[in-house]
């Protein structure tokens, strides 16, 4: 069983930056894409990055483009997300999120988490509030 533990979230300005970060245990860490998912009060989980195992392909919804940054350490099994720019409607609880990477099939690993489906696991969040 895969287990993932966040941290990072917090308050912050708008315009403000900060880093969130994903330590996984209890499996082998580059057998998963690992993706963030985020929801808001009242509204649907929305997929907003995800990194495949080993080939480092990379999704952003066009929410986040530009202005966050995910990136993951197999060595460590660690995942980080990068938000720069943060603004107002980026507040939400953010879940690191992992799926069973299919390594070398023409089937998109980060689908489901693109998609916001419930993932095959899922860590306990870390809230983001940006300040109005």
């Known amino acids: 069983q895969l287990q993932l533990v966040e941290s990072g979230g917090g308050l912050v300005q708008p315009g403000g930056s900060l880093t969130l970060s994903c330590a996984a245990s209890g499996a082998t860490f580059e057998n998963y894409v690992i993706g963030w998912v985020r929801q808001a009060p009242g509204k649907e989980p929305e997929g907003v990055s995800c990194i495949m195992g080993t080939d480092r392909s990379i999704y952003y919804a066009d929410s986040v483009k530009g202005r966050f940054t995910i990136s993951r350490d197999n060595a460590k099994n660690t995942a980080n997300l990068q938000m720069n720019s943060l603004k107002f409607e980026d507040t939400a609880v953010y879940y690191c999120?992992?799926?069973?990477?299919?390594?070398?099939?023409?089937?998109?690993?980060?689908?489901?988490?693109?998609?916001?489906?419930?993932?095959?696991?899922r860590g306990r969040g870390t809230q983001v509030t940006v300040l109005t």
């Open positions: 999120a992992a799926d069973i990477y299919f390594k070398g099939s023409s089937y998109d690993s980060c689908s489901g988490i693109r998609l916001g489906h419930p993932p095959d696991y």
